[in-house]
């Protein structure tokens, strides 16, 4: 079993930054893909970004250029670099961590954009 702890969640100003950031805690496993996904009001959860354990990087089409997804292997620790918020981006984003017994979430975290 794993728990994730997330943060740096808030409100913030169209054009502003803001980085989360999510750390797994639990016995010694393999973590494979570490990502974050978000749900907007009224609106599905949609997949944002992921890492792999070997460095790859992938991207949603609405966040490239903007977004910046990394990862600390030796704490289990992911970020999200936000950069140019846009109020479309405002929801609550969700930590994904995938490891050799299976996904696990976090319980999210509020992203609040303003114009």
């Known amino acids: 079993q794993v728990q994730l702890v997330e943060s740096g969640g808030g409100l913030v100003q169209a054009g502003g930054s803001l980085r989360l950031s999510c750390a797994a805690f639990?016995?010694?496993?393999?973590?494979?893909?570490m990502g974050w996904y978000r749900q907007a009001p009224g609106n599905q959860r949609e997949w944002v970004a992921t890492?792999?354990?070997?460095?790859?990087?992938n991207y949603a089409e609405s966040v490239k250029g903007r977004f910046t997804i990394s990862r600390d292997n030796t704490k289990n620790t992911v970020y999200l670099q936000m950069n140019s918020l846009k109020p479309e981006d405002t929801a609550v984003y969700y930590c994904?961590?995938?490891?050799?017994?299976?996904?696990?979430w976090g319980k999210g975290t509020l992203v609040t954009v303003s114009s």
């Open positions: 994904l961590v995938g490891r050799s017994d299976g996904n696990y």
């Open positions: 890492a792999t354990s070997g460095g790859s990087t």
């Open positions: 639990g016995s010694i496993f393999s973590i494979y893909v």
